[in-house]
């Protein structure tokens, strides 16, 4: 039986850091994820959590060249989308995969520039998907993010609008409400 966040005690604000908790975390901050929190997301069927693993790993692909334009010599984002296209395959666990997806963040920070980071990081949520469905929607925002960053200033909106035409129709009717949950 699991607690819902408002049953639990509240901890004294030393205990915090104790826990692991950091000090901006609120008990009411948890209970109001855990209404908004969707179950769609929670445990999807599998075919839809491989749909949507997919359909990051093809987000985070497209805009990879951003980052291995600007990084050649670092594959940690592919690795991490290869990983992700292997949990699908069955070939790896997620268990296994997860350094995959801590190492594309690792390239993220270690980027100067913008949009190949937001690229990176877009390869990192794609493998994350495996771990919990909702990395896909997170994977396709930095996608749309790099190119935006990549796009001349006055560009970079359309750049952004045509990169989240791209995704969307890369989802199948039944799965744009979780890749888009706020609608396109």
Not at 8 to 37: H, N, Y
Not at 101 to 108: D, L, S, T
Not at 118 to 134: C, E, I, P, V, W
Request: glycine share 6%; with cysteine.
């Amino acid at each position: 039986m699991s607690a819902r966040a408002a049953d639990l005690p509240v901890p004294d604000p030393s205990s915090a850091s104790r826990c692991g908790i950091g000090l901006g975390f609120t008990w009411e901050a948890r209970e109001r994820v855990g209404k908004t929190r969707d179950k769609k997301w929670v445990k999807p069927e599998l075919r839809i959590h491989h749909a949507l693993a997919l359909w990051a790993a093809d987000c985070a692909e497209h805009v990879l060249p951003l980052f291995e334009a600007k990084y050649p010599e670092d594959d940690r984002p592919r690795k991490a989308i290869e990983a992700g296209r292997a949990w699908v395959r069955g070939e790896l666990k997620m268990t296994e995969g997860r350094p995959a997806a801590v190492a594309a963040h690792a390239a993220a920070r270690d980027a100067d520039d913008p949009a190949a980071r937001a690229a990176a990081r877009a390869a990192g949520h794609a493998f994350g998907t495996a771990h919990m469905a909702d990395h896909a929607q997170h994977a396709a925002n930095y996608a749309a993010a790099a190119v935006a960053k990549a796009a001349a200033p006055n560009d970079a909106e359309a750049a952004k609008a045509g990169e989240r035409d791209w995704q969307w129709e890369r989802l199948t009717d039944d799965l744009r409400s979780l890749g888009f949950p706020k609608g396109r």
